[in-house]
């Protein structure tokens, strides 16, 4: 039985130029040796993601310090397996014509796409926990991968996109550089209210918002003469992690304006509409209500 298996174990695979011989044997050797490698990579970035978020290194970093440990001990057990087996690298010079070939025939794109995957944890234009807008779409970055990047969007879905797409379209990021974003609450008031008062209340509703930024100062802005309202426009800054927490901000703001006006008798002015007759003829005017019987009968 044992000379059975290794009379396979010997059996020839390929043979070299030079002479040499790589046996089955060899072949299973190195398999065995890169799986236990892999595994055993796996294991270090787990080890690693897991002390890493025990200190204040930020989710981007943490993943880009996994991905580089992982790929450089996958590197260092593939060359040492060849080493310790007397393979010369030059014995997988088909593997690279075999690559090539498929570059040319359509893995140009997994090959963009996983470039541009470390070109993104690397360079960091877009990093995990940023909150960016693709496509009119908003979402929150949850991985970087391989191929692409997962993005929870603001309603729950998640959406992958390519990391070359991440690189080549027009991506807005929110919170690249800080949290700070501006924001503005419009507000219309009824003609005829006292303009500086308005804008005071305005301000001091502002204000009294817990999480609004003092610095810069909000600035109120008597913005026009509409149709059925005096418009005033309030800006303010803060800081927020993505457009939750911007409707929320501004809901605030809006409460707090309703309730000083209505504490200080100052009218959000609703649309509405005059309505102006000219003729010189005498108009027969009719009003018509419902009277209070049960028969539910109109008077003239």
């Known amino acids: 039985m044992i000379e059975k298996i290794e009379s396979y174990w010997s059996i020839t695979l390929i043979t070299l130029s030079s002479g040499q011989t790589i046996t089955l044997g060899q072949v299973l050797l190195v398999i065995a040796i890169l799986l236990m490698g892999y595994l055993f990579s796996k294991f270090v970035e787990r080890l690693i993601d897991r002390q890493l978020q025990k200190t204040h290194v930020t989710a981007d970093a943490t993943h880009a310090l996994k991905r580089v440990s992982f790929y450089v001990l996958i590197t260092i057990v593939v060359i040492t397996a060849l080493g310790l087996l007397h393979i010369p690298l030059t014995a997988f010079a088909f593997i690279s014509g075999a690559v090539a070939i498929g570059v040319g025939f359509g893995a140009q794109n997994i090959i963009n796409n996983f470039i541009s995957g470390w070109i993104l944890m690397f360079e960091r234009p877009v990093r995990i926990g940023d909150f960016i807008e693709l496509d009119d779409r908003t979402g929150v970055v949850e991985e970087i991968g391989n191929r692409s990047t997962r993005i929870r969007r603001s309603d729950g879905v998640h959406m992958l996109v390519p990391n070359s797409q991440l690189l080549e379209r027009k991506v807005v990021n929110w919170t690249l550089i ?45 913005e026009d003469f509409g149709d059925s309202a005096l418009i005033f426009d309030v800006y303010f800054w803060a800081e927020m992690r993505g457009e939750k927490d911007q409707r929320l901000l501004r809901s605030e703001v809006r409460f707090r304006i309703d309730q000083l006006f209505r504490d200080n008798g100052i009218v959000i002015a609703f649309p509405q509409q005059d309505v102006h007759i000219k003729s010189d003829l005498p108009i027969d005017i009719r009003t018509q209500r419902s009277n209070d019987n049960a028969s539910g009968s109109s008077v003239r």
Do not use: C, M, N
């Open 178 to 222: 800080d949290l700070d974003i501006r924001s503005t609450v419009r507000v219309g008031v009824a003609y005829g209210s006292p303009t500086d008062q308005v804008a005071e209340l305005v301000r001091q509703a502002v204000d009294e918002v817990v999480g609004i930024s003092k610095t810069p100062a909000p600035q109120v802005i008597f």
